[in-house]
């Protein structure tokens, strides 16, 4: 099976990923901000006996004997956070041989359990998701209140302690001017925007992360349902303001996508921000039936593996000149494969 960023999914020329995050903790054992390393390494036994019975297979990733590039490639490619790849105790990362599942453990809480899926698949993430949290729940105790739901280090996950978050590209959103009124509009739904790197992180490339920003008081299907809801209305908006921008400004437009399209194809110098740049531009034109020899998954295959921890650590190089050399190769071959 193709990693997410490298596979086909619904709706992909808008929705890049579907991810949904399950915080969990066990009852008796502190949170990871006050555990000792003998709490921390107890809770990495705990889980590891429980994922070794399930029917369904993970791979441990030795995060201590890897490199801070190789770590970062995880987080480049969302199967970890960049707090869990710089955390000081005890921790270990688990991957499902589908690479559909990520589980951290003794990360913000001491399980941290992820599903994703190229493209808007909240459904199927979801129902993955739950399988794999109610087997964890029958073999661990985890800590919940009666009334409050799963208790989590961080207030604004107690409850179901369910993060669903949706990469989108939005190119005609933002061009049309339309982002910000879009995204005041949201917030007023409980929707949380943030850039292409989750929280603190601006947007580039036109992508941006929606979530949810409340888990108390509701259950986890009522999340996805309502989060998905707005998002369908999100994907219906940019895909209509894609062909009214087409319509209005038809040859202006096409001239901009396949500049973009030609600089990716021929350039032997590509900074990280101005590849996703272009590649939005190129992702457009895809879209719009321009550019009929790629699709979306190509798109996002390159964005993640022209990334600077991926060329770091693939390519064995720190400088920044040197990567942007790489980096532009990259591209280049993925365009004539196609």
Known sequence: MAKWYA???DKSDVVL???IRLARNIKGIPFPN???VDDAKKVIDIVEKALDEMNYTFTKIDLPSMSDAEKQKLVEERYISPAFASSKLPCAAYISDDENV???????DHIRIQCIYAGFEDKKAHSLIEKVDGYLAEKLDYAVHEKYGYI???LTNVGTGMRVSYMLRLPAIVTSGASESIFQTVGKLGVTV????GEGSKSTGHIFQLSN????GRREDEIVSSLGEVISSIISKERELRDALFQKNGTALEDKIMRSYALLSSARIMSGQEMLQRLSDVSLGISLGLIPNLESKDI??????????????NYETTEAIERDVIRARIIREAFQRR
């Open 17 to 19: 990923s579907t991810r």
């Open 102 to 108: 990520s589980i951290m453990v003794n990360e913000e």
């Open 194 to 197: 943030r850039g292409i790197y």
């Open 300 to 313: 996002n295959n390159i964005m993640i593996t022209a990334s600077p921890a991926h060329i770091t650590a």
């Open 34 to 36: 006050k555990m000792s």
């Open 152 to 154: 989590t280090s961080c």
């Open 7 to 9: 596979d086909d999914g």
């Open 213 to 216: 920003q409340t888990t108390l």
